[in-house]
């Protein structure tokens, strides 16, 4: 079992940056891709950025290549997710995610979710 639990959300000027963390607990942490999705009101959850176990291959949606890192220090159990150039349009909740794969990720699946945490970005 892995427990998530996201941090780092909150109200920002769009143009400003946030930095998501997600704290994990739970066995092998360090076996796990992470990932990072997002679900904006009234549409669907979408796929954000996946990492795998050792932080070499990482993924982050097309849309938001150039402006959206993921990271992940496997010594605090912690993946982040630095947002620049924040876009009304990047209002949503973001989760975080767990899984044996990042193929799982990238295609839109997790074993294991977090609770999620608010970014509101003001236009």
Known sequence: QVQ??????GLV???????????????????????????AL????EFVAAIDWGGSKTAVANSL??????SRDNSKNTIYLQMNSL?????A???????MS????????SDYWGQGTQVTVSS
């Open 65 to 70: 290549k150039g402006r959206f890192t993921i």
């Open 93 to 99: 909740v973001y989760y975080c995610a767990a899984s």
């Open 87 to 91: 876009k009304h349009e990047d209002t």
């Open 42 to 45: 009234g549409k669907e959850r």
């Open 13 to 39: 000027q769009a143009g400003g940056s946030l930095r998501l963390v997600c704290a994990a607990s739970g066995r092998s942490f360090s076996s796990y891709a992470m990932g990072w999705f997002r679900q």
């Open 4 to 9: 998530l639990v996201e941090s780092g959300g």
């Open 102 to 109: 990042i193929f799982m990720i990238v295609s839109g699946e």
